[in-house]
């Protein structure tokens, strides 16, 4: 750590972790919903609706959180300058906190917007857009007044300047359901797909860059290319969700033809952290933040990019659209490209804001592996799940119950691997929080 | 490759693909009325809309293939179990889905709130959307039904009975939905004729019937063939 108001970032770490937690406990029990006869009384009050708004929701704050921590820590190294405010910095994680738990609890009262991902009441959705502008306009004002601009603050500021943009069009009611799902993927889609690829491509560049001493010039050179091709695929690839929504029919075109190209710019991220590696001025300092690294731009390309070319075809997505085929892909996806990026910030970052240069990662190391194996079960076996639901009901034409029931045995097998899933984080996170130095290597 | 290449590498795919976006969002918007009938979405409609956000229905159920994968899509929920279906379901949770692995919760929905819901989901369900989903569809499943025919060797009667949601609420031999009878031996108590009297109009029959008519759903010949299939399960 460089700059005392770096520290900030530890805190945005520390409230990620406990919501990631808790995140994946509700996803047991959407596995159990899916698994086991839930009895008529207890899904009169907790329906498996209001535990998936809890599931995503989490989601989208821990990674929120997570990138907004990032950023505070990167952006002081980046401009070479204190943040600009570090009141401001607190203040919004407690807004942003509070929003999300005041959220949360009131979907449990059915206080809901009532769209997927995006259930939270227009009301607090203001607060959440106060929040953001306090976040861009301390991170803005901390790179204009530091006037050092390089390429990884560009891209990072575009990125969430972008995010929050895309927000706004989840507000407001629409009355034609077609234009309802039509903007309602200018926030998912392009969130996913472009404002937090940027977000993260620059992080990943800056860690990438700290960990292996390759020259700026080099990562920016890459950076460049990787984010101009994922706004190029990501951009028109919107298309892809539009095949079936009452859209005009040369959407198939578009989303078919851009989203085919989607796994391109993660190739290129897989292969130009390979490069960085092989070319690596630095010695290796703390392996498990490499593992990490590598760990992400490898899931990222199989959950997003190769799970995500399966069914982006319109002649394929026409039998998987609004399976468990997605299911599996958005596993995979956002475990690998965000969770991933995320706990690799999270292992550089915390150590060196507590001080220790080499850090003890045996527990760190079960946690990896742990997670990325039950990951990769999971995806498997929901992936299975979606074919034989596209195949049973799809295909063949018979009900979605008797689907529901052949899908059944490998919903359990899931959950199972939920729970190992579960251990791994929980192993991670416990290390995360008593990181201690390495002993000296005999 | 110097990294003002790359730079200009970035602005021109971004700022192509944008350009393409940008314009397929301009002629969507367009679009958009013909294809969804923007013309009959009436307030009720709306209304409609907003109690389906209401009660979060989109996070068990999808709509148009989005939303929560716990429960069926509801795009042609109309077309598929009928208005009277969609009350049953709504009003009485517990008694529809006794015999179900997997509960809907009572939300007490109010029968105004009813009413909105079925002309929202009749909007939805004629929204021209590349005929999706498959199963629904009227030009595919025939296809699919011939090529069954001729492959495997059934009735023309079974592969109707399969493949247009027949078992959504009966089964065979075990297999299919509980909302219904189980149809095994329904040959035993009605002819082809009764049966086909009684898919065409359930109510003409029996005054109490949840079942909704099939005439719409399916072609005179399909009716015919279905009710000659029935009739030989003894």
Same mark, same amino acid.
């Given at each position: 750590?460089?700059?005392?108001?770096?520290?900030?970032? =530890?805190?945005?770490?520390?409230?990620?972790?406990?919501?990631?937690?808790?995140?994946?406990?509700?996803?047991?029990?959407?596995?159990? %919903?899916?698994?086991?006869?839930?009895?008529?009384?207890?899904?009169?009050?907790?329906?498996?609706?209001?535990?998936?708004?809890?599931?995503?929701?989490?989601?989208?704050?821990?990674?929120?959180?997570?990138?907004?921590?990032?950023? =505070?820590?990167?952006?002081?190294?980046?401009?070479?300058?204190?943040?600009?405010?570090?009141?401001?910095?607190?203040?919004?994680?407690?807004? #942003?906190?509070?929003?999300?738990?005041?959220?949360?609890?009131?979907?449990?009262?059915?206080?809901?917007?009532?769209?997927?991902?995006?259930?939270?009441?227009?009301?607090?959705?203001?607060?959440?857009?106060?929040?953001? #502008?306090?976040?861009?306009? %301390?991170?803005?004002?901390?790179?204009?007044?530091?006037?050092?601009?390089?390429?990884?603050?560009?891209?990072?500021?575009?990125?969430?300047?972008?995010?929050?943009?895309?927000?706004?069009?989840?507000?407001?009611? =629409?009355?034609?359901?077609?234009?309802?799902?039509?903007?309602?993927?200018?926030?998912?889609?392009?969130?996913?797909?472009?404002?937090?690829?940027?977000?993260?491509?620059?992080?990943?560049?800056?860690?990438?860059?700290?960990?292996?001493?390759?020259?700026?010039?080099?990562?920016?050179?890459?950076?460049?290319?990787?984010?101009?091709?994922?706004?190029?695929?990501?951009?028109?690839?919107?298309?892809?969700?539009?095949?079936?929504?009452?859209?005009?029919?040369?959407?198939?075109?578009?989303?078919?033809?851009?989203?085919?190209?989607?796994?391109?710019?993660?190739?290129?991220?897989?292969?130009?952290?390979?490069?960085?590696?092989?070319?690596?001025?630095?010695?290796?300092?703390?392996?498990?933040?490499?593992?990490?690294?590598?760990?992400?731009?490898?899931?990222?390309?199989?959950?997003?990019?190769?799970?995500?070319?399966?069914?982006?075809?319109?002649?394929? %997505?026409?039998?998987?659209?609004?399976?468990?085929?997605?299911?599996?892909?958005?596993?995979?996806?956002?475990?690998?490209?965000?969770?991933?990026?995320?706990?690799?910030?999270?292992?550089?970052?915390?150590?060196?804001?507590?001080?220790?240069?080499?850090?003890?990662?045996?527990?760190?190391?079960?946690?990896?592996?742990?997670?990325?194996?039950?990951?990769?079960?999971? @995806?498997?076996?929901?992936?299975?799940?979606?074919?034989?639901?596209?195949?049973?009901?799809?295909?063949? @034409?018979?009900?979605?119950?008797?689907?529901?029931?052949?899908?059944?045995?490998?919903?359990?097998?899931?959950?199972?691997?939920?729970?190992?899933?579960?251990?791994?984080?929980?192993?991670?996170?416990?290390?995360?929080?008593?990181?201690?130095?390495?002993?000296?290597?005999? | 490759?110097?990294?003002?290449?790359?730079?200009?590498?970035?602005?021109?795919?971004?700022?192509?693909?944008?350009?393409?976006?940008?314009?397929?969002?301009?002629?969507?918007?367009?679009?958009?009325?013909?294809?969804?009938?923007?013309?009959?979405?009436?307030?009720?409609?709306?209304?409609?809309? !907003?109690?389906?956000?209401?009660?979060?229905?989109?996070?068990?159920?999808?709509?148009?293939?989005?939303?929560?994968?716990?429960?069926?899509?509801?795009?042609?929920?109309?077309?598929?179990?009928?208005?009277?279906?969609?009350?049953? !379901?709504?009003?009485?949770?517990?008694?529809?889905?006794?015999?179900?692995?997997?509960?809907?919760?009572?939300?007490?929905?109010?029968?105004?709130?009813?009413?909105?819901?079925?002309?929202?989901?009749?909007?939805?369900?004629?929204?021209?959307?590349?005929?999706?989903?498959?199963?629904?569809?009227?030009? !595919?499943?025939? !296809?699919?039904?011939?090529?069954?025919?001729?492959?495997?060797?059934?009735?023309?009667?079974?592969?109707?009975?399969?493949?247009?949601?027949?078992?959504?609420?009966?089964?065979?031999?075990?297999?299919?939905?509980?909302?219904?009878?189980?149809?095994?031996?329904?040959?035993?108590?009605?002819?082809?004729?009764?049966?086909?009297?009684?898919?065409?109009?359930?109510?003409?029959?029996?005054?109490?019937?949840?079942?909704?008519?099939?005439?719409?759903?399916?072609?005179?010949?399909?009716?015919?063939?279905?009710?000659?299939?029935?009739?030989?399960?003894?």
């Amino acid at each position: 750590m460089e700059y005392r108001s770096q520290k900030i970032a =530890y805190w945005y770490f520390a409230a990620a972790l406990p919501l990631f937690v808790l995140q994946v406990v509700m996803g047991l029990w959407l596995a159990a %919903n899916y698994t086991f006869t839930i009895p008529q009384s207890i899904v009169n009050v907790f329906p498996f609706a209001t535990a998936r708004a809890f599931h995503t929701n989490l989601l989208v704050l821990w990674m929120l959180l997570g990138f907004m921590g990032g950023t =505070y820590y990167i952006i002081p190294e980046e401009t070479k300058s204190e943040i600009y405010s570090t009141g401001l910095a607190w203040f919004q994680l407690i807004a #942003l906190l509070v929003t999300g738990v005041t959220a949360l609890v009131g979907f449990l009262f059915g206080w809901t917007q009532g769209r997927p991902l995006l259930e939270i009441p227009m009301a607090l959705d203001f607060v959440v857009v106060i929040g953001a #502008l306090v976040f861009l306009f %301390n991170v803005g004002m901390t790179i204009f007044k530091a006037r050092n601009w390089t390429a990884i603050q560009g891209t990072l500021l575009g990125g969430l300047v972008f995010l929050a943009l895309l927000y706004l069009f989840g507000i407001p009611f =629409y009355r034609n359901l077609v234009i309802d799902w039509y903007y309602w993927w200018w926030v998912i889609h392009l969130w996913v797909e472009g404002a937090w690829e940027l977000v993260t491509a620059s992080i990943f560049a800056f860690v990438l860059m700290k960990i292996t001493g390759v020259e700026r010039e080099v990562v920016e050179k890459w950076l460049y290319v990787e984010i101009g091709l994922f706004l190029f695929t990501g951009l028109a690839g919107t298309g892809h969700h539009y095949y079936w929504i009452g859209a005009p029919r040369y959407w198939l075109w578009i989303g078919g033809v851009f989203s085919a190209l989607e796994p391109l710019p993660i190739l290129l991220m897989v292969i130009d952290t390979m490069h960085h590696v092989k070319e690596r001025k630095a010695k290796i300092v703390n392996p498990l933040t490499w593992t990490y690294a590598i760990g992400c731009a490898v899931m990222h390309l199989i959950g997003a990019g190769v799970w995500g070319f399966l069914h982006t075809l319109p002649q394929i %997505n026409y039998y998987t659209h609004g399976s468990q085929v997605t299911v599996s892909h958005g596993h995979l996806a956002f475990f690998g490209a965000y969770a991933l990026l995320n706990l690799m910030t999270f292992y550089y970052a915390m150590p060196k804001i507590k001080g220790i240069a080499a850090y003890d990662d045996r527990l760190g190391k079960i946690g990896f592996w742990t997670m990325c194996s039950a990951m990769m079960i999971m @995806g498997l076996t929901f992936g299975v799940a979606g074919v034989l639901q596209s195949y049973i009901e799809r295909v063949l @034409g018979m009900g979605y119950m008797v689907a529901q029931g052949y899908m059944r045995l490998w919903m359990g097998v899931t959950m199972a691997a939920g729970v190992f899933f579960l251990g791994g984080l929980l192993t991670t996170v416990v290390d995360l929080f008593t990181l201690r130095p390495a002993k000296a290597q005999a | 490759m110097t990294k003002k290449i790359a730079f200009w590498i970035f602005l021109i795919g971004t700022l192509s693909s944008a350009a393409v976006f940008l314009w397929a969002t301009y002629d969507t918007q367009r679009q958009v009325v013909t294809l969804s009938h923007a013309d009959k979405l009436s307030d009720q409609v709306v209304a409609g809309k !907003r109690a389906f956000e209401k009660y979060n229905c989109n996070d068990c159920h999808t709509i148009l293939g989005f939303g929560g994968y716990y429960a069926p899509d509801l795009t042609k929920v109309v077309q598929r179990v009928g208005e009277d279906g969609i009350r049953y !379901r709504l009003k009485s949770p517990e008694l529809a889905f006794a015999n179900s692995f997997r509960k809907m919760p009572n939300q007490h929905v109010t029968d105004q709130e009813i009413t909105d819901l079925i002309a929202f989901f009749s909007w939805v369900g004629e929204i021209n959307n590349n005929d999706w989903p498959p199963q629904d569809s009227k030009k !595919r499943m025939s !296809r699919g039904a011939q090529l069954m025919v001729a492959t495997v060797g059934v009735s023309p009667g079974a592969a109707v009975f399969q493949t247009k949601g027949c078992m959504n609420c009966h089964s065979l031999r075990g297999t299919g939905g509980t909302f219904g009878p189980a149809l095994d031996k329904i040959g035993a108590t009605l002819s082809a004729e009764e049966i086909g009297k009684y898919v065409r109009n359930p109510k003409s029959v029996n005054p109490d019937a949840k079942m909704p008519s099939q005439k719409d759903n399916l072609s005179e010949r399909e009716l015919d063939e279905v009710a000659r299939f029935l009739a030989t399960l003894k």
